[in-house]
């Protein structure tokens, strides 16, 4: 199939396609007037890929699963020694998530110390961005906690 089919059963785009062949996460042939052609494992190949990326992973990090992309992926992966590299990568990119997380929520709570109108009621009623003791903790300019 050509790009464009490939993009269209997949819900991408050419460009996005392009983007995956040049990283070596897809492959194509070429027809003799150039076009790029695509054989029928493309399409789950595509799909798991932007499964992936759509559940946190990078680019790079799909790379790790690259031998596992032309199988449908289970909804839920079970833990199995051989895939030690996948479940590493897994589990990098959930502490770099948390990571963004907290420093996402620190940001929020400066933001609404600042405006408190900004504030969700629960905000309001003490059940956010408050320490141990039911107090509201602190923060200097920096975005550290004092508390």
């Known amino acids: 199939m050509l790009i464009g089919e490939l993009a269209e059963r997949t819900g991408t785009t050419t460009r996005a396609l392009r983007y995956y062949e040049a990283q ?9 007037a150039g076009y790029r ?22 680019v790079e990090d799909v790379k790790s699963f690259v ?3 032309d199988d449908d992926l289970p909804e839920v992966f079970t833990y199995s020694p051989t895939c030690a590299d996948g ?9 770099e ?9 620190r940001l929020r709570g400066i933001l ?13 009623e ?3 961005d408050t ?6 903790d602190t923060v200097d300019s920096a975005g550290e906690s004092a508390a």
């Open 24 to 32: 070596g996460l897809l492959e194509s042939g070429r027809t003799s």
């Open 37 to 58: 052609v695509y054989g029928p494992g493309a399409v789950t190949r595509v799909r798991n890929i932007r499964d992936l990326l759509a559940s946190g992973f990078t």
């Open 126 to 128: 003490g059940g956010a």
């Open 131 to 136: 320490d141990a003791e039911g107090g509201a």
């Open 67 to 69: 031998a596992y992309l």
């Open 87 to 95: 479940y590493g990568v897994g589990a990098q990119r959930v502490a």
């Open 97 to 105: 998530l948390e990571e963004r997380i907290a420093s996402l929520t």
């Open 112 to 124: 609404v110390r600042r405006m408190p109108w900004l504030a969700a009621p629960a905000d309001a």
